[in-house]
C-alpha cells in the first residue's frame, strides 16, 4: 500500500504572500482548520480580519498538478493499492475535482474530516485501520512528518522533490526497474550500451524500437534497455542520470 501527501508532492502551489502566510499558518489558526474544527470558509474569514479580503481571495488559487509526480502515481497504482492523505481544510475534496485528481486515488483521508492531523502519529493508525492495512509507504515533503508516520509503523519516507519521490519508489519495487534510453542513432545507442556496461550497468540491451514501422528505417529509434544500476539498485532510482546521458546524444528516457 502507497500513501501519499498532496501538497509539495503532486500539488505546488506559488509562494503564499508572507502577510498572508503569518496569518493563515499561524499554528492554533491553522490546526483548527486543518482538523475541522473550523471550515475552510471560517478559516479563510479570520485572515481576511486582518489581511483585506482581497488579497485574501486573490490567495485562494487551487495549485497545479506536478505531472510528472502523477506519472508516478498512476504507475504505482497499477500494481498497489494508493490512498492519499493530505493536511487539508474542509476545501480538500472541491480541490480535487478542479485539479482533476478526483479518481486518481483508491481512498482519499483528509485530515479536516478525520480530526486529525498530521504529525500526530495516530491519524496514521487511523488509516491503517481503515485500509485494514499493517503497514505501507508513506511519502511526504516534510521530514517531520514522515518521521511521525514511522513512529505509526509505516515506512516512511521524505520526498523534498519529485526525483526523490520516484527513487523512493523505485527503490521499494512500486514502480518497475526497467529504464529505456531512446535515442536516434544505432551507433549511439550501440557505444552507450558498451559504455554503460563496462561501468556495470545491466542488461544494457540494444533493440530497435518496436513502435517504429518497418519501412521508416531513416526515422526508426534505437533502446538501451537497463534494470539494474552499479549499485544493485533499479534503475529507475536513477532517472536524472539517465536522463542527462540520454540528452548527450539527443535521445531521452522511457519506460518499459
Known sequence: MLLLDLDGVLRAYPPTPARIAE??????????AVTGEISDEQWRAEIAEVVPRDEVDAWAVVGSVVPEALALVRTARRQ????????????????LKVLGLDGEFDAVFNSARLGLAKPDPAIYRRVLDELGYETGVFCDDSAEN????????????????????REALA????????????????????????????????PCAVHRDMLAGEDDA???????????????TPASAHRAELDGLAERYDGFTGES
Request: glycine residues 8%; hydrophobic residues 45%.
Open 80 to 95: 498497489c493499492f494508493v490512498a492519499l492523505l493530505s493536511n487539508a481544510t474542509t476545501r480538500l475534496e472541491d480541490d
Open 218 to 232: 531513416e526515422d526508426v529509434d534505437w533502446v538501451v534497455e537497463l534494470t539494474t544500476a552499479p549499485d544493485g
Open 146 to 165: 514522515a518521521a511521525a508516520a514511522r513512529e505509526a509503523g509505516l515506512d516512511g519516507v521524505h520526498v523534498p522533490d519529485t526525483a526523490a519521490l
Open 23 to 32: 496569518v493563515a499558518f499561524e499554528a492554533s489558526l491553522l490546526h483548527r
Open 171 to 202: 527503490l521499494r519495487g512500486l514502480i518497475p526497474p526497467t529504464v529505456l534510453v531512446i535515442l536516434p542513432d544505432r551507433g549511439d545507442a550501440e557505444g552507450l550500451a558498451e559504455e554503460l556496461l563496462r561501468d556495470g550497468w545491466g
